[in-house]
C-alpha cells in the first residue's frame, strides 16, 4: 500500500462531502437558474446555503463568493478581472506585483497581462521563502495597481506576512489579490481584517470535489468577466452552476473549520515526528521559514545525491513529490528561488500531511527515505 502524503497536490474528498453532493445529481438535478419551478428554487436555495457557508467562514457576506471551477479560474478571473475593470473606468495605473514563489496559475495569467501592456515586477524571497515587506514597499508607486501574494506555498509551506502586506497596498490604494488555496480550511483567514481585496480558493484542496473553488470579492472591488454568457453569478462568471460541486464546496468548508485547530496541532506534531526523523539520517536540511508554515507542510533537500534516483527509490512506497504537481518535469521555481540549485531541488521531497495520515504513515516515510538514502550512500 501506497502512503499518501502529497497532500497539497490534492485531497481526498471526505465521506460527508459525498454524501451532502449525492442528491444532487441526480434526485435534484433542476438548473438553479429556472426560476419558474419548485425544483429549480431548492437547487438554488442548495447553492445559496453553500454560498452563506463559505462566506461565513471567511467573514464576508455572501454576494462577495463568485464560484468558479478552481483557484485557476478564480485566480484568472482576479487578476484579468481587475486589469480589465481598471481599463474600463480609465484608471491609468497598470503596474503589477507579486512574488516569483507564486503558483503558476497567478504567475502565467499575471505573465499574460504583461504582454498586454501591464508591467509585471516579480519580486524575490528571502532565503526563507518570506516576502520582506521593505522590498514590496520600495517595488510600489503610484503605477501600481495591483499586489498579488499567496496565503501558503503550496510546495514549502511558508505563510506570507499578508497583514502587513495589506496595511501597505491599503495605504496607497493599491488592490491586494490573495491565491489562499492552500490555506481555506487550513489555517485562519479574514480577507477583510488582512486587507485582501480578492480571495481566490479551491474545492479540492480541502478535502472537497475537483473542478469548483470560488473567487472572493471585496466591497466595492470591480472585476469585468472573463466568461460571458448567461449572466449567472450576478454577471460575474457566466455558466450554470455545478450544484452538486458547490454544495460539496459548502459542506467541505464546514468540515474543514469544524476540525481545523484540532487538525491543525495533531498534523503539526506529526510533522515534526518526521522532520526529527529525518533530520536523524544526516545531511538533510528544510526548507522554507519553519515557524511561519502550513502545519502539515515538510520541504526538505537531501544533499549529495541524485534527485531521480530518489524519487525513483521512494515511489515504491510513498506518494510525494519533489515539487509542484502542476510543473511536472521542470525543476521547481519555488526552491530556485530559495537559492537551491537544479540539482538540489531534483532532490527535494515535498510531504503533505492529511487528515487521515496517521503516525504509522510518518514512521513509514521515515522508513522509506532512511532506505532510499542508505541505498544511494552505499552505490556511491
Ligand atoms: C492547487 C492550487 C491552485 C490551482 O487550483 P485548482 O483549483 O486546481 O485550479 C492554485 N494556487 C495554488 C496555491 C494551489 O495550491
Given at each position: 500500500m501506497l502512503t499518501y502524503l502529497d497532500h497539497h497536490a490534492t485531497t481526498p474528498c471526505d465521506a460527508a462531502v459525498l454524501a451532502a453532493m449525492?442528491?444532487?445529481?441526480?434526485?435534484?438535478?433542476?438548473?438553479?437558474?429556472?426560476?419558474?419551478?419548485r425544483a429549480g428554487l431548492e437547487a438554488a436555495a442548495a447553492v445559496e446555503q453553500a454560498r452563506g457557508r463559505l462566506a461565513a467562514a471567511l467573514a464576508?457576506?455572501?454576494?462577495a463568493v463568485v464560484f468558479t471551477s478552481g483557484a485557476t479560474e478564480a485566480n484568472n478571473l482576479a487578476l484579468k478581472g481587475l486589469a480589465e475593470a481598471a481599463l474600463e473606468r480609465g484608471d491609468p495605473r497598470r503596474g503589477l506585483v507579486t512574488l516569483a514563489t507564486e503558483h503558476r496559475a497567478v504567475l502565467d495569467p499575471l505573465a499574460w497581462l504583461a504582454r498586454h501592456g501591464f508591467p509585471l515586477t516579480v519580486l524575490p524571497v528571502q532565503a526563507d521563502g518570506l516576502l520582506d515587506p521593505g522590498r514590496l514597499d520600495d517595488a510600489?508607486?503610484?503605477?501600481?495597481l495591483l499586489v498579488s501574494v499567496m496565503?501558503?506555498?503550496?510546495?514549502?509551506?511558508v505563510l506570507q506576512p499578508l497583514e502587513t502586506i495589506g496595511a501597505l497596498c491599503r495605504a496607497r490604494g493599491i488592490h491586494f489579490h490573495c491565491d489562499a488555496a492552500q490555506a481555506v480550511g487550513h489555517v485562519p483567514l479574514e480577507p477583510t481584517g488582512l486587507g485582501i481585496d480578492l480571495l481566490s480558493l479551491s474545492g479540492h484542496k480541502l478535502y472537497g470535489p475537483k473542478g469548483i473553488g470560488a473567487l472572493v470579492v471585496g466591497e466595492g472591488v470591480r472585476v469585468a468577466p472573463q466568461m460571458h454568457g448567461g449572466g449567472q453569478e450576478d454577471g460575474r462568471r457566466a455558466g450554470t452552476l455545478a450544484v452538486p460541486l458547490i454544495v460539496g464546496l459548502g459542506a467541505a468548508v464546514q468540515t474543514a473549520l469544524a476540525d481545523r485547530e484540532g487538525r491543525a496541532e495533531r498534523l503539526a506534531g506529526l510533522r515534526e515526528r518526521l522532520w526529527d526523523g529525518l533530520e536523524s539520517l544526516g545531511g538533510i536540511c528544510r526548507n522554507g521559514n519553519a515557524g511561519r508554515c502550513l502545519p502539515h507542510n515538510l520541504n526538505v533537500t537531501v544533499s549529495g545525491v541524485d534527485g531521480a534516483d530518489l524519487h525513483r527509490l521512494l515511489r515504491r512506497r510513498l506518494a510525494v513529490?519533489?515539487?509542484?504537481?502542476?510543473?511536472?518535469?521542470?525543476?521547481?521555481h519555488v526552491l530556485a528561488a530559495l537559492g537551491r540549485s537544479r540539482a538540489e531541488a531534483a532532490a527535494s521531497i515535498r510531504f503533505g500531511l492529511g487528515r487521515d495520515t496517521t503516525g504509522e504513515d510518518i514512521a513509514t516515510a521515515v522508513a522509506a527515505v532512511a532506505e532510499a538514502v542508505a541505498e544511494m550512500r552505499r552505490a556511491a
Amino acid at each position: 500500500m501506497l502512503t499518501y502524503l502529497d497532500h497539497h497536490a490534492t485531497t481526498p474528498c471526505d465521506a460527508a462531502v459525498l454524501a451532502a453532493m449525492a442528491p444532487w445529481w441526480r434526485e435534484h438535478f433542476a438548473n438553479p437558474s429556472s426560476r419558474q419551478h419548485r425544483a429549480g428554487l431548492e437547487a438554488a436555495a442548495a447553492v445559496e446555503q453553500a454560498r452563506g457557508r463559505l462566506a461565513a467562514a471567511l467573514a464576508m457576506p455572501p454576494a462577495a463568493v463568485v464560484f468558479t471551477s478552481g483557484a485557476t479560474e478564480a485566480n484568472n478571473l482576479a487578476l484579468k478581472g481587475l486589469a480589465e475593470a481598471a481599463l474600463e473606468r480609465g484608471d491609468p495605473r497598470r503596474g503589477l506585483v507579486t512574488l516569483a514563489t507564486e503558483h503558476r496559475a497567478v504567475l502565467d495569467p499575471l505573465a499574460w497581462l504583461a504582454r498586454h501592456g501591464f508591467p509585471l515586477t516579480v519580486l524575490p524571497v528571502q532565503a526563507d521563502g518570506l516576502l520582506d515587506p521593505g522590498r514590496l514597499d520600495d517595488a510600489l508607486g503610484p503605477d501600481t495597481l495591483l499586489v498579488s501574494v499567496m496565503a501558503a506555498n503550496n510546495e514549502i509551506g511558508v505563510l506570507q506576512p499578508l497583514e502587513t502586506i495589506g496595511a501597505l497596498c491599503r495605504a496607497r490604494g493599491i488592490h491586494f489579490h490573495c491565491d489562499a488555496a492552500q490555506a481555506v480550511g487550513h489555517v485562519p483567514l479574514e480577507p477583510t481584517g488582512l486587507g485582501i481585496d480578492l480571495l481566490s480558493l479551491s474545492g479540492h484542496k480541502l478535502y472537497g470535489p475537483k473542478g469548483i473553488g470560488a473567487l472572493v470579492v471585496g466591497e466595492g472591488v470591480r472585476v469585468a468577466p472573463q466568461m460571458h454568457g448567461g449572466g449567472q453569478e450576478d454577471g460575474r462568471r457566466a455558466g450554470t452552476l455545478a450544484v452538486p460541486l458547490i454544495v460539496g464546496l459548502g459542506a467541505a468548508v464546514q468540515t474543514a473549520l469544524a476540525d481545523r485547530e484540532g487538525r491543525a496541532e495533531r498534523l503539526a506534531g506529526l510533522r515534526e515526528r518526521l522532520w526529527d526523523g529525518l533530520e536523524s539520517l544526516g545531511g538533510i536540511c528544510r526548507n522554507g521559514n519553519a515557524g511561519r508554515c502550513l502545519p502539515h507542510n515538510l520541504n526538505v533537500t537531501v544533499s549529495g545525491v541524485d534527485g531521480a534516483d530518489l524519487h525513483r527509490l521512494l515511489r515504491r512506497r510513498l506518494a510525494v513529490s519533489s515539487g509542484s504537481a502542476c510543473s511536472q518535469g521542470s525543476p521547481s521555481h519555488v526552491l530556485a528561488a530559495l537559492g537551491r540549485s537544479r540539482a538540489e531541488a531534483a532532490a527535494s521531497i515535498r510531504f503533505g500531511l492529511g487528515r487521515d495520515t496517521t503516525g504509522e504513515d510518518i514512521a513509514t516515510a521515515v522508513a522509506a527515505v532512511a532506505e532510499a538514502v542508505a541505498e544511494m550512500r552505499r552505490a556511491a
